[in-house]
């Protein structure tokens, strides 16, 4: 069964350090996402990718963060200079949105970020 | 804005004992209603998409409704495996962004 592929599982870096993501979404999917889980929180959404731009994201998407697809396969989240509060799971996920028929996103298993 | 709220917070059940979690939401044009389930540690595993009122759809023991302002995800003669947070979610203007509720922590004694 297909599946959306993060790497790496869990990343350690100190605090003011630049961090590269990586996901590989489902092959025939089109709109490619990040979202984050604070520990004990909720997920909330963080920014929409398709046709190789931002379609839509969220007040946390600040200058900080960056989304990129530089080849056919991956797609990739950037944090340019971390804080501790970016300590979070990070979740990818792809849909491939058909109107009444399966509009659903998969995630991945997700990366643990720790800012120390 | 969009909201989703779900109630309880926790739920605690024996071993077959039947019950039902509740997700609310606000959300101007509902594209639509998505159940999922989370464990720990893990990334959330989809279950299912509703898009209008009346709409039922079931899986196994689950069985998830909708109504204009609701989605009920029934549960029945739970098993220990059916321990984990359940996610309800919505995409409302667009497809793009889908906003999660806070989840129920369901654990299943047996």
């Known amino acids: 069964e297909p599946e959306v592929t993060q790497t790496p599982s869990h990343q350690v870096t100190q605090m003011g350090q630049e961090v590269i993501l990586r996901c590989v979404p489902i092959s025939n999917h089109l709109y490619f996402y990040w979202y984050r889980q604070i520990l004990g929180q909720k997920v909330e959404f963080l920014v929409s990718f398709y046709n190789n731009e931002i379609s839509e994201k969220s007040e946390i998407f600040d200058d900080q963060f960056s989304v990129e697809r530089p080849d056919g396969s991956n797609f990739t989240l950037k944090i340019r200079s971390t804080k501790l509060e970016d300590s979070a799971m990070y979740f990818c996920?792809?849909?491939?949105?058909?109107?009444?028929?399966?509009?659903?996103?998969?995630f991945g298993q997700g990366t643990r970020l720790t800012v120390v | 804005e969009d909201q989703v709220t779900q109630s309880p917070e926790a739920l605690r059940l024996q071993e077959g004992e039947s019950s039902s979690l509740n997700c609310s939401y606000t959300?101007?044009?509902?594209?639509?209603l998505f159940w999922y389930r989370q464990d720990p540690g893990k990334g959330p595993e989809f279950l299912f998409t509703l898009y209008s009122a009346g709409e039922e759809k079931e899986k196994e023991r689950l069985k998830a409704t909708l109504t204009k302002k609701e989605s009920f995800l029934h549960i029945t003669a739970p098993k220990p495996e059916d321990s984990a947070t359940y996610l309800c979610?919505?995409?409302?203007?667009?497809?793009?962004?889908?906003?999660f509720g806070p989840g129920t922590s369901l654990s299943v004694i047996p």
């Open positions: 996920a792809s849909s491939d949105p058909i109107p009444l028929e399966g509009t659903e996103a998969f």
């Open positions: 959300v101007s044009g509902l594209r639509g």
């Open positions: 979610a919505v995409s409302g203007t667009s497809y793009d962004k889908v906003i």
